[in-house]
């Protein structure tokens, strides 16, 4: 996140009394105002939301590739995987023999709550694009589902994720792969140019989801496919953990509901919205299987 700057009315809304209350831990709290300073997750729900939550998640996730170049593993919110956090998260949600098939930098870099290139039922000679694809675990894994007359796209933010994720390419030895930088709001991808289009625990991640399914739907072929792993919100989920900026980047806080899914997804031209829970992540989300369609041309 850029730096807050004293006076700044983001900071003020973000450091106020009431609002550190809610989402400052308590150690945080005489700190989350100075130069510099985190925001503590304050400022998930103010003006500039978008961009805020990008940045913050740009650093947690430069950090995590950097700490799987290096040897160790990550998980969702860019720290070191915990035996708890292994049951919901990472590489050992993916069958041994997809595992055994990447470079330990791919699994270790594993940021993920699901498998979404098992969900996708990939086919050869299909093009695939990865929203956030992170180390690459599953853009590498995709292509070699489509085969050599297919292609797996990998689209990601950090610098340091796409460094590491062609370098796992280059070990895994695998050529239809091409991974390049964008958000998952403003895909550089052509119109109509995708079959199927996966994502592994990051959609929840965007400050402005719609902007995300209407790109889908703009690079997405007539009848394409919408198969990915999100983390979905119980309806209940209370606004203290929606606010807190660090669950946003552990992929809790930023996620819709199944009702708030499935509205978003029809608005952009999705049909046959399937969303199906496969294992609690926390006591107020849970690991999804989101599968739609595309409608068919005009």
């Not at 700490?67 to 292994?86: D, L, N, V, Y």
């Not at 695939?128 to 589902?145: E, F, K, N, Q, T």
């Not at 689209?155 to 370098?167: G, S, V, Y």
């Not at 929840?204 to 399914?213: H, I, Q, R, T």
């Amino acid at each position: 996140m850029a730096e807050m700057k004293t006076g700044d009315t983001q900071a003020a809304s973000c450091c106020s009394p009431q609002a550190q209350e809610s989402c400052c831990e308590p150690e945080a709290k005489s700190a989350c105002c100075e130069p510099g300073a985190s925001s503590c997750g304050c400022s998930a729900g103010s003006e500039g939301e978008a961009e805020n939550v990008r940045e913050v998640v740009r650093e947690r996730y430069a950090a995590a590739a950097t700490a799987a170049s290096q040897g160790a593993a990550s998980c969702c919110s860019g720290g070191a995987i915990t035996e708890e956090q292994r049951e919901v998260f990472g590489s050992g949600l993916y069958e041994s023999e997809d595992r055994d098939a990447l470079p330990d930098a791919a699994k270790l870099a594993s940021l993920g709550c699901g498998n979404p290139t098992a969900v996708g039922e990939l086919h050869e000679g299909e093009t695939v694009l990865d929203l956030g694809s992170g180390g690459g675990i599953d853009v590498l894994l995709s292509a070699r589902r489509v085969g050599p007359t297919g292609k797996a796209w990998g689209l990601d933010m950090t610098d340091e994720m796409l460094e590491l994720a062609r370098h796992n390419q280059r070990e895994a030895g695998v050529e239809n792969v091409e991974f390049v930088k964008g958000t998952i709001e403003d895909v550089p991808r052509p119109d109509d140019s995708i079959d199927v289009i996966i994502s592994n625990c990051v959609i929840n991640l965007s400050g402005d989801k719609p902007a995300v399914f209407r790109e889908a739907a703009r690079v997405l072929r007539p009848e394409g496919r919408f198969a990915v792993t999100d983390i979905v919100a119980d309806p209940d989920m209370d606004e203290a953990t929606r606010r807190d900026m660090q669950q946003w980047t552990g992929c809790i806080a930023g996620a819709l509901t199944r009702e708030e899914f499935e509205r978003e997804l029809t608005a952009a031209g999705f049909e046959n919205v399937e969303i199906e829970e496969t294992h609690r992540v926390h006591d107020q989300a849970a690991s999804a299987i989101i599968r739609a369609r595309l409608g068919r041309a005009a």
